[in-house]
């Protein structure tokens, strides 16, 4: 990230999360209440385990914001952790409460555990699943509000779907499924499913996983509309949007693939069938190319398709945005599977600490999120600004010029 940075800090089961984002220009209206909005919709989801019913999720904005708008200064934001309460001796920082409760010490397979304690020299397994913890994504997804609050003054939305939990994908999927329809339709489905027959039938597969002991993963979509031609840049590795997309996503806890647009599937195809053909339609009036038109109505140059994804050499083409992530199964198992226990080396089964089954459709969220914090990197590093006013003018000039082009 160039203009905009941003860190998270906690612990699963310490006192709280923390969140710095700095970058954002000042005069943006920001209540607590916008952060909220998406931590409540990150908590939900059908196949989530006993620790969302503890957390309400509420983001304390302590700095960055004053008068209910952003003043330029690193925005900061806690969240506090209410299953704290059960564990202020056993996480607590100082070193009199040292061994009040038993180490860990069976790592998960699949989970960060064994690569974590070894790479940090630890003899008890929680100093590392603390952190690896997809609690931490709270925190993102309470930065990717704000980011998603920017975007949006410039027209910009993120929304997101699933598509596939374990097995069951929803029929006709694939890129380029949008409109507002869709994104309400997901927002209702316990799974952020739009398909009401898929929904019923991933529900279905995962109350087999939960009384099977077992954990479910799937594929979740994420379409960014609004985007002008021309975010991230073809001039350099890491200034490609395709590619610190792919690092945004691939960054979250479980994600194991990350594809943009028709993605793998585009390698099986001839050039001739999948490049979206350019075409040019004269506009005396009419705004500049928003991805939320429809492909013909595109005053200047058109698609007509999107296998692209949105994203050519590395920038934005003025189509909308597709990323695709497919998340692993949750590792943690309540039939464990083998592991060996770090002190006494014998064969045992894996730790179980309460866990999710299914957690694909808070990772589109979070997928979400992650799509806000780089786009709007990628968008102040083109317009700059200091202020809401300054960017706005800069991006409106641009976009005049795009029209005019
Ligand atoms: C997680 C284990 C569970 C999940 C957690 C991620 O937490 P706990 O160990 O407290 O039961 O619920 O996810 C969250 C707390 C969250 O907010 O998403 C893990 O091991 O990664």
């Given at each position: 990230m160039t203009t905009l940075r941003f860190l998270t800090a906690g612990e699963s089961h310490g006192p709280a999360l923390i969140g710095i984002l700095e970058g954002i220009p000042a005069g943006l209206l920001l209540s607590s209440g916008d952060i909220d909005k998406q931590l409540m919709r990150r908590q939900a989801g059908y196949g989530r385990g006993g620790r969302m019913k503890i957390e309400q999720d509420h983001a304390e904005i302590i700095s960055g914001v004053r008068w209910g708008k952003t003043i330029g200064s690193p925005i900061s934001l806690l969240i506090e952790n209410k299953d704290w309460k059960n564990w202020q001796e056993g996480m607590s920082p100082e070193g009199r409460y040292e061994h009040s409760i038993s180490a860990v010490t069976r790592p998960r397979p699949g989970h960060a555990d064994l690569a974590g304690i070894l790479k940090y020299a630890q003899k008890d397994i929680r100093n590392i699943l603390e952190r690896s913890s997809a609690r931490e994504t709270t925190t993102r997804v309470a930065i990717g509000a704000v980011t998603?609050?920017?975007l949006f003054e410039f027209g910009i939305s993120i929304n997101s779907y699933v598509i596939q939990i374990g097995n069951v994908r929803m029929q006709d999927a694939g890129f380029g499924i949008q409109g507002k329809e869709i994104f309400k339709k997901a927002g209702t489905s316990p799974v952020r499913c739009p398909d009401d027959?898929?929904?019923?039938?991933?529900?279905?597969?995962?109350?087999?996983?939960?009384?099977n002991g077992d954990s479910l993963g799937g594929i979740f979509e994420v379409v960014a509309t609004g985007i002008p031609p021309g975010i991230g840049s073809h001039i350099q590795w890491d200034r490609k949007l395709d590619a610190r997309l792919s690092l945004a996503i691939s960054s979250i806890q479980a994600i194991k693939g990350v594809e943009i647009g028709l993605g793998f599937k585009i390698a099986?195809?001839?050039g001739s069938e999948v490049m979206d053909e350019i075409f040019y339609k004269q506009k005396a009036k009419g705004s500049p190319p928003r991805a939320e038109q429809k492909a013909e109505e595109y005053p200047g140059f058109y698609r007509k398709t999107n296998n692209a994804g949105g994203i050519e050499g590395g920038m934005s083409n003025g189509m909308p945005v597709?990323?695709?992530?497919?998340?692993?199964?949750?590792?943690?198992?309540?039939?464990?599977?083998?592991?060996v226990d770090i002190i006494t080396r014998e064969n045992i089964k894996a730790a179980y600490e309460r866990s999710d089954t299914c957690a694909v459709p808070a990772a589109s969220v979070i997928g979400e999120a992650m799509t806000a914090i780089t786009i709007a990197d990628a968008l102040l590093e083109k317009f700059g600004g200091d202020s809401m006013d300054e960017t706005k003018r800069n991006f409106d000039a641009y976009m005049e010029y795009i029209k005019k082009f």
């Open positions: 998603k609050k920017f027959e898929t929904t019923k039938k991933m529900v279905k597969l995962i109350d087999k996983a939960v009384k099986e195809k001839f597709i990323i695709r992530a497919a998340m692993k199964p949750i590792p943690t198992l309540k039939k464990p599977l083998r592991s």
